[in-house]
C-alpha cells in the first residue's frame, strides 16, 4: 500500500539558518503530495502541494519539489524564523480516485532566536 | 477558513463510557474524515464519510462508529472508551474546489479516557 517516511525530528535551528526535511514515499501511480503544518495547539494546515512529476510546490518561502525517479518530496526553507517552529507532516492521496490522504509521522521543527 | 469546528475540544472520561464527538461545517462540503493523532504515528484514518448516510473505515477503526445524517455534521462515537483511544481527534473535510482536492482541519479534540 501507499507510504510515506520522512525524517525523524525534532530538528533544531538558528534563526536563518537553511531547512531541509526529507520526504519519501511507496505510492502505485501517481499520487498527489503534500506537506501540512502544525502549529502549537493547533489543527493541520496546508502548506503546499504538487500533483505531478517535477512540479514545485511553494508557500510561505517553502519549497517542495515532486521528484518521481527518487520518489521524494523534500521540504526546504532557505532562511527560517522562529514562527516557523511547528510540526511538518509529509503526506500523498492515491492516484486513481482514491484520495484518502496518507501521513507521515511529523518532524518537529524548532528555531532558535 | 473552512468553517470547521469540532465539540467538544476536550474531555476527559473513564473506560467503558460513551463518547461522542462532533464535527460540525458550514461550507457544505461532501466528503469529511476522522483521524487520530498519536506522538510516532502521524494522523491515522478512522472512518470518513462521501455523503449523508455514506460511510466507509479508515486504518484504525475497530472500537469506534460515525454516522452523518446531514451534510454538515459528522459524529464519531467511541461505544466503550478504552484508555488506548486516548489521542487527539481531528475532523477534515475535503474542498473539491478550483485548488483541487485538499482537505482541511478542524482544531482538534483531546480526549483522555482514564
Known amino acids: 500500500g501507499n507510504s510515506v517516511t520522512q525524517m525523524e525530528g525534532p530538528v533544531t535551528l538558528s534563526e536563518e539558518a537553511f531547512l531541509t526535511i526529507n520526504c519519501t514515499y511507496t505510492a502505485t501511480g501517481y499520487p498527489s503530495l503534500f506537506w501540512y503544518v502544525q502549529y502549537p495547539g493547533e489543527g493541520l494546515q496546508l502548506l503546499l502541494k504538487?500533483?505531478?512529476?517535477?512540479d514545485k510546490g511553494s508557500n510561505k518561502g517553502f519549497e517542495a519539489t515532486y521528484r518521481k525517479e527518487t520518489t521524494s518530496f523534500h521540504l526546504e526553507k532557505g532562511s527560517v524564523q522562529v514562527s516557523d517552529s511547528a510540526v511538518y507532516f509529509c503526506?500523498?492521496?492515491?492516484?486513481?480516485?482514491?484520495?484518502?490522504?496518507?501521513f507521515g509521522k511529523g518532524t518537529k521543527l524548532t528555531v532558535n532566536p | 477558513d473552512a468553517g470547521i469546528t469540532q465539540s467538544p475540544r476536550h474531555k476527559v472520561t473513564e473506560t467503558g463510557t460513551p463518547v461522542t464527538l462532533r464535527c460540525h461545517q458550514t461550507?457544505?462540503?461532501?466528503?469529511m474524515y476522522w483521524y487520530r493523532q498519536d506522538p510516532g504515528h502521524g494522523l491515522r484514518l478512522i472512518h470518513y464519510s462521501y455523503g449523508v448516510k455514506d460511510t466507509d473505515k479508515g486504518e484504525v477503526s475497530d472500537g469506534y462508529s460515525v454516522s452523518r445524517s446531514k451534510t454538515e455534521d459528522f459524529l464519531l462515537t467511541l461505544e466503550s472508551a478504552t484508555s488506548s483511544q486516548t489521542s487527539v481527534y481531528f475532523c477534515a473535510i475535503e474542498d473539491s474546489g478550483a485548488g483541487g482536492r485538499e482537505q482541511f482541519f478542524g482544531p482538534g479534540t483531546r480526549l483522555t479516557v482514564l
Open positions: 503526506a500523498l492521496s492515491g492516484w486513481g480516485g482514491s484520495e484518502k490522504l496518507v
Open positions: 461550507e457544505n462540503h461532501r466528503y
Open positions: 504538487a500533483t505531478k512529476a517535477d
